[in-house]
C-alpha cells in the first residue's frame, strides 16, 4: 500500500479500493467510465483564455496573473496539481507583484473535469496562500465536487505511474 504515494493521506478503504483496481488491471477502465474523453486545451494560449474565464467570473477582484502555462519540470509529488507563485519586488517608489499559474505538462492529456479542478486549486492560492479552511470553501465555491475531483486527479496520476496514459 506504500506505493500508492498519491492518495497515502486518504482513508484505508479508498487506499484498498485502488489498490484492488491495479491488482486487476482495471485502474484504466474506472477512470476512462468517469472521464471518456481528454480535453482539448493542449496549448498555453488555450489554457490562459481558459484560466482567465474561470477567474473572471469567480474572482474578477483578484489580482491579476502576469503568466499562466503548462510546465514540464513541476515535480508531481510534491506539486501534484500545479503551481502557482507570487513574487513582490520594489521598483523605485512602487511595490510591483507578480502572479503566476503553472500547470504540469502531465496535464494536457488529462479530462477535462481535471484540468479543471487544477485551475481552480491555483486561482484559489490568489486569494488564500495556504491549504486551509477558507482555500477549500472557496476551491468548492468555483467548483461543488472539487473534492472529489481531487481524489479523482490522484486517481489518474497514479495511472500514469504505474500503467501510463489512459487515452491514444
Excluded: W
Excluded at 496573473?65 to 503551481?83: E, W
Excluded at 488529462?110 to 486569494?127: D, G, Q, R
Excluded at 465555491?141 to 491514444?168: K, P, W
Amino acid at each position: 500500500m506504500n506505493q500508492l504515494k498519491y492518495i497515502n493521506a486518504y482513508p484505508e478503504h479508498l487506499k484498498n479500493q485502488i489498490q484492488t483496481l491495479i491488482d486487476q488491471n482495471k485502474l484504466s477502465n474506472y477512470l476512462l467510465s468517469r472521464f471518456p474523453t481528454p480535453h482539448d486545451i493542449n496549448n498555453d494560449r488555450a489554457l490562459r483564455e481558459y484560466v482567465g474565464d474561470i477567474k473572471n467570473q469567480y474572482m474578477k477582484k483578484s489580482g491579476s496573473l502576469s503568466k499562466i502555462q503548462y510546465d514540464n519540470k513541476i515535480h508531481l509529488v510534491n506539486n501534484a496539481l500545479g503551481m502557482h507563485s507570487y513574487v513582490s519586488r520594489v521598483q523605485g517608489n512602487k511595490l510591483k507583484s507578480k502572479n503566476e499559474l503553472r500547470i504540469s505538462t502531465v496535464f494536457k492529456k488529462a479530462p477535462f473535469e481535471l484540468l479543471n479542478m487544477i485551475c481552480v486549486h491555483e486561482l484559489a492560492h490568489l486569494k488564500e496562500k495556504e491549504h486551509n479552511k477558507a482555500f477549500y470553501k472557496l476551491c468548492q465555491y468555483m467548483l461543488s465536487d472539487y473534492h472529489q475531483l481531487e481524489f479523482d486527479a490522484r486517481v489518474y496520476l497514479t495511472q500514469l505511474e504505474f500503467f501510463g496514459e489512459i487515452y491514444e
